[in-house]
């Protein structure tokens, strides 16, 4: 029997483990804090896919094309929007119970940069929830082993696969196959909407195991996130309803950027805030959202509402900080169309993984299709391989920086303030060589306890590696430095939920 370990309890990760396990596999999954720890379970927006027959697989994948700046993998967004109506019948057949109207039909969100309305959601604004809590049901109900809080430091390989994985403890685990579902790296930076764990620990034991990564340079950020307590996102509906964006003289400072002031793409919001956070010594911006009133703040905003309220603001009444953070990231670790990493027996899935359907941004609802579509596929192939085949040739990044033992040791807020101001919104030459020489200097604090840290010094060299190498702007890659061929596009507006 093949014997699979999945490390990860996200979408991605649940997804595949469920797959290998009804194949036949001994599945176990490794998770770094409880089961429902992940960026799943904050996701809002919703899942996109095809459930109208109005709709069309066609349209889908153009949107996603276009918000990825056309550098998709054409074959990997065909298989994205194709597979995405099947993988949406298994998560309600799975127990989600997505939003319907009032004649039993699925509720579907127009989100921008979508052609037409295809964004299920769940308990309104909770559709990470609903999901995260359905596929934990599913994965205790078929007996598929979970190890909270076994926090994966590096992929066991002998003979050039993998053969397990090591915990921070010491523990190895044996396997046929590992697939890597960790997630993003949102920590990277000094503002994220990403929950602590986002640390980039799978592409980071990828990386070391002499995986392929790509697309790195490829950071999406979203505009307004509260820059008070927990990272939370305050959507862009919120200045949709009237609420402006304010500097700490009270100035609105988004037409300096855009005619159309607040309301402009978002990519050009996200960078007039952190030029404006710039100008005033990293200080958050003030989302002025006054002019509302209590009762329509309430009313329209409940979930951001309670939790503007938690943080002990009133934002029917005093402006509230926000400022842009680091939301997703399309890069990873490349795979092919089933998740196979090019180390035999490692496969990749989710936000680790580079599939190439992102292209340069993500389009909107996006990423949980992804998880659940290419989840299904790299558990189906991990139960099918005998083998071990790899991903086809792809282009790989240098090899990571050696460790100087005589280096200071850095801090993770350290790391993330050089990454906000270096290889951040806006990035320039002088910028990533600063980053670069800084990343290169540092050495792990080498505790136990900095496994995450170790990470993140890893997954942030090769992101300002890949963000020096590419010196046009396109996608969410933007360069004040950057000369614009005429044949790139300009950075795309994407609604990233
Ligand atoms: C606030 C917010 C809102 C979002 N809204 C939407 C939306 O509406 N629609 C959409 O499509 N996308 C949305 N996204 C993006 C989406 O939620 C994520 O991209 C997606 O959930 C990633 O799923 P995943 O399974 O790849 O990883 P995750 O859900 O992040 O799971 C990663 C798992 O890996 C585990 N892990 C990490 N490192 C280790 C380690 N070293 N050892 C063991 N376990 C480890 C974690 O504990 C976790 O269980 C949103 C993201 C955020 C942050």
Redesign the pocket.
Known sequence: MTTVVV???????LTAALHAHEAGCRVTV????ALV????R??????AAVTDPDDTVASHAADTITAGAGLNDPDAVDVLVGEGPARIAELVARGVGFDRTADGDFSRGLEAAHAVARVLHAGGDA??AAIQAALGDAVRAAGIPVREH???RDLVIEDGRVTGIELADGERLTADAVVL????AGQLYAHT??PL???G??IAAAIRAGAAVADLEFVQFHPTALAAGAPF?VSEAVRGEGAVLIDDAGRRFAFDAHPDGELAPRDVVARANARAMAAQDGHPVRLDATALGPERLARRFPTIDAAVRERGLDWAHVPIPVTPAA??LMGGVVTDLDGRTTVPGLYAV???ARTGVHGANRLA?????E?AVFGARAGDAAARDRDWPVAPAVPARPAPVAVDTDAPAFSRSALQRLMWDDAGLVRDAAGLDRAAATLAAWRSPGRLSAVEDDNLLLVATHVVDAARARTGSVGAHYRSDAVQPASIPAPSEVLA?
Not at 30 to 33: A, H, I, L, P
Not at 365 to 369: H, P, V
């Open positions: 490390v990860g309890s996200g979408i991605a990760g490794v998770t770094k804090g720890d992940t960026n799943t904050w996701a809002q927006g919703g899942i559709t990470g076994a926090l994966l579902a960790t997630g993003g909407t990403n764990g986002a640390t620990d799978g996102l939301h997703y989710g936000e680790t609802s996006n990423s949980l299709l998880g939920c």
